[in-house]
């Protein structure tokens, strides 16, 4: 299958600094990205989806002055964490695909806010 | 609107006995679902997919599944469980109207006992 790369796989900051994670499609072109947050033993959520060159689109409940999503090119997208706190920990994990493709995920990020 | 159903939290079984973990979707369009695994603080895999082509479907590591419409059900199946099958799985169900963004069930935790 195609290869989606994830980029940290675990990053730990400081509360109140910004964190981005990348999410990249090495083969493919990725006409759409997704991000999900997962909680500790609990299912993925979808946090934002993101068509290259438009604003992303955020599921109810995200704020998304908090996550920035940038997706300025076909095999690029990232995720911002802005002014992180300790609530903010989680595994982040980005997916991308294209009008041929199913969706392939990057590896995770583990997020851990100090 | 588009969801997914994951009957049991937690199965356990036997290793070399048969595995089932059950999924009900619901969806207006013709859905394409998915079966992920999870092992422990790692990324997800994709098991199998069903987008309207063959009922039956066959994936990685002697798993299967069958899409019965009439049940609106997608149970994934494996006739001998390996210890090394113990991990969390995910059914996923992805349509049009959601931009074929993947919907995640809440996951089930597979558990092999010697």
């Known amino acids: 299958g195609a290869v989606v790369s994830q980029h940290p796989s675990r990053v730990i900051c400081k509360s109140g600094t910004s964190v981005k994670i990348e999410c990249r499609s090495l083969?493919?072109?990725?006409?759409?990205m997704f991000w999900y947050r997962q909680f500790p033993k609990q299912s993925l959520m979808l946090m934002a989806t993101?068509?290259?060159?438009?604003?992303?689109?955020?599921e109810q409940g995200v704020e998304k002055d908090k996550f920035l999503i940038n997706h300025a090119s076909l095999t690029l997208s990232t995720l911002t964490v802005t002014s992180a706190h300790p609530e903010d920990s989680s595994f982040y994990i980005c997916?991308?695909?294209?009008?041929?493709?199913?969706?392939?995920f990057g590896q995770g990020t583990r997020l851990t806010v100090v | 609107a588009q969801s997914v159903t994951q009957l049991d939290s937690h199965v356990s079984v036997s290793e070399g006995t048969p595995v089932l973990l059950r999924c009900n979707y619901s969806?207006?369009?013709?859905?394409?679902l998915f079966w992920y695994v999870q092992h422990p603080n790692k990324g997800l895999q994709l098991l199998l997919k069903?987008?309207?082509?063959?009922?039956l479907v066959k994936g990685i590591n002697g798993f299967e599944a069958e899409f019965k419409k009439s049940e609106t059900s997608f149970h994934l199946t494996k006739p001998s469980a390996h210890m090394s099958d113990a991990a969390e799985y995910f059914c996923?169900?992805?349509?049009?109207?959601?931009?074929?963004?993947?919907?995640f069930g809440k996951g089930t935790s597979l558990l092999v006992t010697p």
């Open positions: 997916s991308a695909r294209n009008r041929n493709t199913e969706a392939f």
């Open positions: 083969d493919f072109q990725a006409t759409t």
């Open positions: 993101s068509n290259e060159g438009s604003k992303a689109t955020y």
């Open positions: 969806s207006s369009y013709s859905p394409s």
């Open positions: 069903y987008t309207s082509a063959a009922t």
């Open positions: 996923v169900v992805s349509d049009l109207h959601s931009g074929y963004a993947l919907n």
